[in-house]
């Protein structure tokens, strides 16, 4: 018996919705059931990010810092920040090759681990915006901090600097630095959203935003959801299932490294 030779399987968001109403005992019959559903998909996309890291989901990203200046604006598409560096040596900006310019593996690169440290930590150090001469103010720590963060007046909280509408995280350098470093990190980016089209009266040909291995966790999600508005008596069931596929997945959307503990030796006997 031959085998199909393909591994390419996958559903676009039009067979997820239908998947999820048949496990309900329901059908797609109208363009409100499409509407609904996508609601529920996106709904159920924030309720993940809830429930921890998601691998797929992290993004790389650099930005290059500014002399003198010690914050900067987080993209609204940003969660957290899991890993960062600090690139010290000097690079060509106008090259288009990451390489040439001294970002990712070049001759002149130099990368430093920057730590991450909480709102209260940052709120105790000292001399926040004292930049030394050249070279001796590389950030060594920084903070991600919630809420609208900087004014033109203490007595004026309406002009807050943010790049995010609905509120403000900003990423907070110390020291502040002294040249324009390069500031590296590894991010949680939002799920991209199951958006809406003229296509099969309104569901998305598109895929969802998931890799293929969590596709049973996801339409076990969505049913869950859809049974809470349409059949309640069939939600208790579906949740526990949807609990169990979500562990299950969960559990093997990891890092697979090798992990090591090795005490001190000053403590073994």
């Keep these: 018996m031959a ?79 899991v890993d960062a560096t600090i690139t010290t040596t000097a690079y060509d900006a106008t090259d288009s090759t990451p390489v040439n310019r001294g970002l990712e593996g070049g001759s002149s690169t130099t990368d430093v681990a920057i730590t991450k440290i909480s709102r209260t930590e940052y709120m105790n150090l000292s001399r926040k915006n004292q930049t030394g001469s050249a070279g001796t103010a590389r950030p060594t720590q920084f903070a991600i901090i919630n809420g609208a963060s900087t004014y033109s007046d203490i007595t004026d909280e309406t002009t807050a600097t943010s790049g995010r509408p609905e509120q403000d995280i900003r990423v907070w350098l110390y020291p502040t630095p002294d040249k324009a470093y390069v500031f590296k990190y590894f991010y949680v980016n939002r799920i991209q959203d199951a958006t809406s089209s003229s296509v099969n009266g309104g569901a998305s040909s598109t895929y969802a935003d998931v890799p293929f291995y969590f596709l049973p966790c996801l339409i076990s999600g969505l049913a869950y959801y859809i049974a809470v508005k349409r059949t309640p008596m069939m939600a208790p069931g579906l949740k526990a299932l949807y609990d169990e596929e979500f562990q299950r997945t969960a559990d093997a959307n990891r890092e697979r490294v090798s992990f090591r503990i090795k005490p001190a030796q000053a403590y073994i006997p």
């Design 3 to 81: 085998y199909s030779g393909t591994r390419t399987f996958n559903l676009d968001i039009s067979e997820i919705i239908e998947e999820a109403f048949e496990r309900c005992g329901l059908q797609v019959l109208t363009g409100y059931d499409l509407k609904t559903a996508k609601r529920s998909l996106n709904l159920m996309f924030s309720e993940w990010a809830n429930r921890g890291l998601n691998l797929w989901t992290i993004d790389y990203y650099f930005k290059t810092l500014t002399a003198g200046t010690n914050n900067f604006a987080l993209d609204q598409k940003v969660v957290d920040i």
